[in-house]
């Protein structure tokens, strides 16, 4: 940024960035895969939006943002939980499993271990540890819905360190950049055309 505060853009394979969104980027979370489950219907994605939502360890919440045209986004509203599972440095493999395509046209949690958990939601055998979490509020954020949930219950996995994007931009494999760059371009410009805030009510009724 100069001192007019001027951004210059960058395209790097498709993906803009500039000096304002590369600072903004350094608040992206730990990854996380989020599942779902909908009227027999599992999915899985991935994030780094998740935030802490409340410092008391009596009041456990998590939110996340979600992009509405994903396949996950349908199935959390749906069903009002989702699982958030922090992962460890040992699962690149499984970033590209659930962050890369879309479940709407395959079960992309067919070849990953899981059980479903009490809520209902699946529960990935491997990764550093998961919460179990049912949404009590919604924001809406035009292209996406940020996804406020009271953590139910807590299941610590394993590994060492939990997977952090430096670390994924880090070691991602050369033959996967091109797709991810791509991705990230492809989603910028759903972004730049549903930027307005829409006023849509999430109803826990019933749930
Ligand atoms: C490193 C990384 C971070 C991501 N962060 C988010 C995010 O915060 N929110 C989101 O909606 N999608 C995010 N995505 C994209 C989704 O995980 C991806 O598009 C996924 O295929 C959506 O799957 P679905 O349509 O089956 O739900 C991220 C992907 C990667 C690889």
């Known amino acids: 940024m100069g001192p007019s505060g001027a951004h210059t853009t960058v395209v790097h394979l498709g993906m803009r960035t500039d000096d304002s ?29 998740a935030v802490r939502a409340s410092i008391s360890p009596a009041v456990p919440r998590i939110s996340v943002f979600v992009h509405k045209w994903h396949f996950s986004h349908d199935l959390i509203w749906d069903s009002g939980r989702f699982g958030l599972h922090m992962l460890h440095e040992g699962q690149l493999g499984l970033v590209y499993e659930l962050g890369f395509v879309s479940g709407r046209d395959r079960d992309k949690l067919a070849g990953i271990p899981h059980r479903i958990g009490a809520s209902g ?30 953590v139910l219950a807590t299941h610590p996995g394993r590994g060492d360190a939990a997977m952090t994007p430096p670390y994924l931009r880090a070691n991602m494999p050369a033959a996967w950049r091109e797709e991810f760059l791509r991705n990230y371009r492809v989603a910028q410009e759903h972004i ?15 749930r």
């Open 21 to 49: 969104y590369e600072l903004l980027r350094q608040f992206a979370s730990p990854l996380v895969a989020i599942t779902t489950a909908w009227r027999g219907r599992t999915n899985g994605m991935i994030s780094d939006s």
């Open 121 to 150: 939601v699946p529960l990935l055998e491997d990764c550093y540890a998961a919460f179990e979490c049912r949404v009590i509020n919604t924001m809406d954020n035009g292209f996406a819905t940020m996804f406020l949930g009271d």
């Open 192 to 206: 730049d055309q549903h930027r307005e805030i829409q006023d849509l009510h999430w109803k826990a009724a019933g």
